[in-house]
Nanobody, 121 residues
Framework: QVQLMESGGGLVQAGDGLTLSCTVS????????AGWYRQPSGQERELVAT???????HYAGSVKDRFIISKDNARNTVYLQMDSLKPEDTASYYC???????????????WGQGTQVTVSS
């Protein structure tokens, strides 16, 4: 059973940065792809960043050039570095592990408890 533990969220001002961490257990992490999702209050969950097992990355247009996803296989940890944060980035952030089928990422790990990011204007 995959277990995910997100951390690093908080309350920041617009323009600030945060780095989220997600420690993963219960999966062969070196061969797993990973993704970060976010869910603003009352809205649908959206995929914001993915990383393949080989390190290839992809970002949603709303975060491209501001967010960086990375994966430390030695620490079984996925990171999401977020720069130039905007109020519209306010959401609960969740990490997953999964697989790619062609260009499409499918989470297979289930969901952790998430970490809240709040950006004030």
């Amino acid at each position: 059973q995959v277990q995910l533990m997100e951390s690093g969220g908080g309350l920041v001002q617009a323009g600030d940065g945060l780095t989220l961490s997600c420690t993963v257990s219960g999966v062969v992490f070196t061969t797993a792809a990973a993704g970060w999702y976010r869910q603003p209050s009352g809205q649908e969950r959206e995929l914001v960043a993915t990383i393949t097992s080989g390190g290839g990355t992809h970002y949603a247009g709303s975060v491209k050039d501001r967010f960086i996803i990375s994966k430390d296989n030695a620490r079984n940890t996925v990171y999401l570095q977020m720069d130039s944060l905007k109020p519209e980035d306010t959401a609960s952030y969740y990490c997953t592990t999964g697989s790619f089928y062609g260009p499409t990422y499918f989470p297979t790990s289930g969901w952790g408890q998430g970490t809240q990011v709040t950006v004030s204007s």
